[in-house]
């Protein structure tokens, strides 16, 4: 045996784990941002006009005069050393959709052999990390490895602890000498300023001259899979590749969904309260938590927040949700498709947009029809979605989302929309002109017994197959995975709006200017939104085969692959709808695109490598000894005079063969790896290297089957769905 643990010892190893906790003597509410340096915090620390100076900047969008610097600096320091900080770190969000963290000591040399607790304003400021090896598609050299990371003051600073110390975390944006974003931050930043200018445009023509800014909101649902460690230290393509490369289809599934919203399993449970308050520490406004579709798998969202705001706690959430599963022994997985067979995991991105004076502008209120400020908005997303959706698309690929969107589940990859009942008659009233005059009431539920108070029923259900369904007062985009950060999808979705916003402020304005009335104006762009742009609105079941046929001769875009869809990034439209509103330079967008795509092939080439060192060092040592049993049994079977052929020993053979067969088939498209461009690479990836690996996993999966369970090496699905 090899130094790992087999799948016996995990499998005890397992079952005699008991949660061992002390409990919790804190109460939540007063844990609730203890770690977050808060505007509460700065009200009472800071100066304050400098005060005044920096809310405006966190709620309006206000430009931070940077000599006010020193003043915040100071006062962050001393509240980060009181609680126990000794170094500070400016966290930032490379390419690769990680969070990136580079660490400074408060304490400096002051000339006499002692030491002095140093920060200053210009380090709040600014840093410059090496980080030269993070992707940036050819923005920079190492050889001009100048990056720097500059402070967002509309996030809050933080303190991360460890047993051995504290660390202030200031979470900054990170670009290049050129001035040229390396991270995902700064043009979600750009994004939603860009979105702000053209909404207050349109806000402005519905009267609403005291406007500051708008603001979009995300809130993230996030699925995930917790397994026990010992069962993932037990299977190399989980610790590797983060998925299964390979594991028989258990007999019992998720066919009875009777893990959905079942009880918590103790373990879990107490997984999920700790989780809740390390969360609730760092402000992160944890809400909901239960049981998903498979099992294993569960789901967390937090109430919804700025979108940068809610950009940066959700990347701090996933890194707590993984760093908390350790303490109870268990791994937290975060990929798309950790289980092939088994319901993936997705990252349901919710999203409005408002402000303080207006509340939420997606808030349809009982009667859509009269609510044409609401049906501006509305309309400016349904025309997004249809002329973006391509934009959409590639904001969410990765090798392992592909697993999800294209395969058989979770939304397709068809981008349309979801109105629900209520709206889809208001805007089919639009469409035939004259305006809509009625909205479908919501109703009350008959439910027969008299002593149940009444429930009441939304005015539109729900669809859970479409990609961007309207849920009564959001939308939810419900493509992104489970991995990804929402900065993509954000971006997406902001760049769509600002376009859309101006194309409707640029029109009324003219219409206004030319005499036609206000209203009349509106139900003119409205009628043409919903002409043009209303192929998109799709209500029926998106995982139905008519669909993709459908869609296709409405002329939507099904684009399943990461190497496809990618490529809309070289779309005329797309790249001047993120060049015009200042989000991403050509450059820019071309350096994402090259780096989503070295990732793309560089994940299949780990697993595809992977998958070659488990089925030589693993599935076909276990096959072998199996098949040397067999040839023993057979021997004697047969001189015994019993039987002359051995039928399990001539499937055996003939499978472990076959498994030679496809492994070199495999080692062979490995050795030969190449493209002169990054997307010959992907292209190769995708049509050899998937194709190949399925084939390995194909036999070896049915070996599982039929190889004595005693000798199998890896943790079965069953095993590790179930035992937690
Ligand atoms: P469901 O599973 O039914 O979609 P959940 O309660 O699990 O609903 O999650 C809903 C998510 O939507 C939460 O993150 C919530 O904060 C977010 N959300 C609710 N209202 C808004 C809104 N106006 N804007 C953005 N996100 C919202
Ligand atoms: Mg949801």
């Known amino acids: 045996m090899s130094g790992s643990m087999s799948r016996r010892q995990a499998i005890e190893a397992v079952t005699t784990y008991s949660v061992d906790t002390d409990g919790f003597s804190e109460p939540l509410a007063e844990t609730f941002g203890r770690n977050v340096f808060t505007l509460s915090v700065m009200k009472s620390r800071l100066p304050k006009n400098v005060f005044t100076a920096v809310s405006a900047t966190i709620d309006k969008g206000a430009p931070l005069d940077p000599t006010l610097a020193d003043y915040v600096a100071s006062a962050m320091k001393d509240w980060a050393i009181e609680k126990g900080a000794s170094h500070y770190a400016h966290v930032f969000y490379p390419l690769t959709g990680f969070t990136a963290e580079k660490h400074d000591s408060f304490l400096e040399p002051d000339g006499t052999g002692a030491s002095l607790a140093e920060f200053a304003g210009k380090t709040l400021l600014q840093g410059e990390p090496d980080a030269s090896s993070f992707p940036n598609g050819g923005l920079r050299g190492t050889f001009e490895a100048r990056g720097y990371t500059g402070w967002d003051v509309t996030s809050p600073a933080y303190i991360s602890e460890n047993p051995n110390g504290n660390t202030l975390c200031i979470p900054t944006i990170f670009i290049s000498w050129t001035g040229e974003a390396l991270d995902k931050k700064t043009p979600l930043l750009r994004s939603q300023q860009a979105m702000s200018k053209q909404a207050m445009r349109v806000l402005k023509l519905f009267g609403h001259s005291d406007v500051d800014t708008v603001v979009?909101?995300?809130?993230?649902?996030?699925?995930?899979?917790?397994?026990?460690?010992?069962?993932?230290?037990?299977?190399?393509?989980?610790?590797?590749?983060?998925?299964?490369?390979?594991?028989?289809?258990?007999?019992?599934?998720?066919?009875?969904?009777?893990?959905?919203?079942?009880?918590?399993?103790?373990?879990?449970?107490?997984?999920?309260?700790?989780?809740?308050?390390?969360?609730?520490?760092?402000?992160i406004p944890a809400k909901t938590r239960h049981n998903e579709v498979a099992p294993g798998q569960f789901e967390i969202a937090p109430i919804f927040e700025r979108a940068n705001l809610a950009h940066d706690h959700q990347q701090l959430m996933m890194t707590?949700?993984?760093?908390?599963?350790?303490?109870?022994?268990?791994?937290?997985?975060?990929?798309?498709?950790?289980?092939?067979?088994?319901?993936?995991?997705?990252?349901?991105?919710?999203?409005?947009?408002?402000?303080?004076?207006?509340?939420?502008?997606?808030?349809?209120?009982?009667?859509?029809?009269?609510?044409?400020?609401?049906?501006?908005?509305?309309?400016?997303?349904?025309?997004?979605?249809?002329?973006?959706?391509?934009?959409?698309?590639?904001?969410?690929?990765?090798?392992?989302?592909?697993?999800?969107?294209?395969?058989?589940?979770?939304?397709?990859?068809?981008?349309?929309?979801?109105?629900?009942?209520?709206?889809?008659?208001?805007?089919?009233?639009?469409?035939?002109?004259?305006?809509?005059?009625?909205?479908?009431?919501?109703?009350?539920?008959?439910?027969?017994?008299?002593?149940?108070?009444?429930?009441?029923?939304?005015?539109?259900?729900?669809?859970?197959?479409?990609?961007?369904?309207?849920?009564?007062?959001?939308?939810?985009?419900?493509?992104?995975?489970?991995?990804?950060?929402?900065?993509?999808?954000?971006?997406?979705?902001?760049?769509?709006?600002?376009?859309?916003?101006?194309?409707?402020?640029?029109?009324?304005?003219?219409?206004?200017?030319?005499?036609?009335?206000?209203?009349?104006?509106?139900?003119?762009?409205?009628?043409?939104?919903?002409?043009?742009?209303?192929?998109?609105?799709?209500?029926?079941?998106?995982?139905?085969?008519?669909?993709?046929?459908?869609?296709?001769?409405?002329?939507?875009?099904?684009?399943?692959?990461?190497?496809?869809?990618?490529?809309?990034?070289?779309?005329?439209?797309?790249?001047?709808?993120?060049?015009?509103?200042?989000?991403?330079?050509?450059?820019?967008?071309?350096?994402?695109?090259?780096?989503?795509?070295?990732?793309?092939?560089?994940?299949?080439?780990?697993?595809?490598?992977?998958?070659?060192?488990?089925?030589?060092?693993?599935?076909?040592?276990?096959?072998?000894?199996?098949?040397?049993?067999?040839?023993?049994?057979?021997?004697?079977?047969?001189?015994?005079?019993?039987?002359?052929?051995?039928?399990?020993?001539?499937?055996?053979?003939?499978?472990?063969?076959?498994?030679?067969?496809?492994?070199?088939?495999?080692?062979?498209f490995i050795d030969q790896f190449h493209g002169d461009t990054v997307e010959d690479e992907a292209q190769y990836a995708l049509t050899n290297l998937i194709p190949a690996m399925s084939a390995v996993r194909a036999v070896a999966d049915k070996l599982e089957s039929i190889v004595a369970d005693d000798l199998w090496p890896l943790p079965t699905y069953h095993e590790m769905l179930t035992i937690l």
């Not at 009880?263 to 609730?280: C, G, T």
């Not at 030319?514 to 742009?533: M, P, S």
Request: with cysteine; net charge negative; proline share 4%.
């Open 216 to 283: 979009s909101f995300a809130g993230a649902e996030q699925e995930y899979f917790l397994v026990d460690r010992h069962f993932y230290f037990a299977r190399p393509d989980l610790m590797t590749a983060g998925r299964t490369l390979f594991g028989a289809k258990p007999s019992k599934g998720q066919e009875f969904d009777d893990h959905y919203f079942g009880a918590i399993p103790d373990r879990v449970l107490a997984y999920m309260m700790e989780l809740d308050r390390e969360l609730f520490k760092q402000a």
């Open 320 to 668: 707590t949700m993984k760093k908390v599963a350790e303490r109870y022994g268990m791994v937290c997985l975060l990929h798309e498709k950790p289980f092939a067979g088994v319901n993936g995991s997705g990252k349901h991105v919710n999203f409005s947009l408002g402000n303080a004076n207006q509340g939420n502008l997606l808030n349809p209120g009982d009667t859509p029809h009269e609510n044409e400020q609401f049906l501006v908005f509305c309309a400016a997303i349904i025309r997004g979605v249809h002329k973006f959706g391509g934009l959409l698309r590639a904001s969410i690929a990765s090798a392992s989302n592909d697993h999800r969107l294209g395969a058989n589940e979770a939304p397709p990859a068809i981008i349309s929309i979801f109105l629900g009942d209520q709206l889809m008659d208001v805007f089919d009233q639009i469409a035939k002109g004259g305006g809509a005059t009625s909205s479908k009431e919501s109703g009350v539920l008959e439910l027969g017994v008299d002593t149940l108070p009444p429930l009441r029923a939304d005015a539109g259900d729900r669809n859970r197959t479409s990609p961007f369904a309207f849920t009564g007062n959001r939308f939810e985009f419900r493509a992104p995975g489970s991995n990804q950060s929402i900065a993509d999808p954000m971006i997406a979705i902001n760049a769509m709006l600002a376009e859309s916003l101006d194309h409707i402020a640029t029109f009324l304005e003219k219409e206004v200017a030319d005499g036609t009335e206000f209203n009349a104006a509106v139900q003119k762009v409205l009628e043409e939104i919903i002409v043009e742009h209303g192929t998109v609105v799709f209500n029926g079941n998106g995982y139905a085969q008519e669909w993709q046929d459908e869609a296709a001769s409405r002329g939507l875009l099904n684009l399943r692959t990461t190497v496809e869809a990618i490529s809309q990034y070289d779309e005329p439209d797309i790249k001047n709808v993120l060049s015009q509103y200042g989000i991403l330079s050509n450059r820019e967008l071309q350096a994402r695109k090259d780096v989503v795509l070295e990732q793309y092939s560089l994940a299949l080439l780990v697993e595809a490598k992977e998958t070659v060192e488990i089925a030589k060092t693993m599935i076909l040592p276990a096959a072998n000894r199996f098949q040397g049993e067999l040839a023993g049994t057979a021997a004697h079977l047969r001189a015994a005079g019993i039987e002359t052929e051995h039928p399990a020993l001539l499937t055996l053979t003939k499978n472990i063969k076959d498994l030679y067969a496809v492994l070199l088939g495999l080692e062979d």
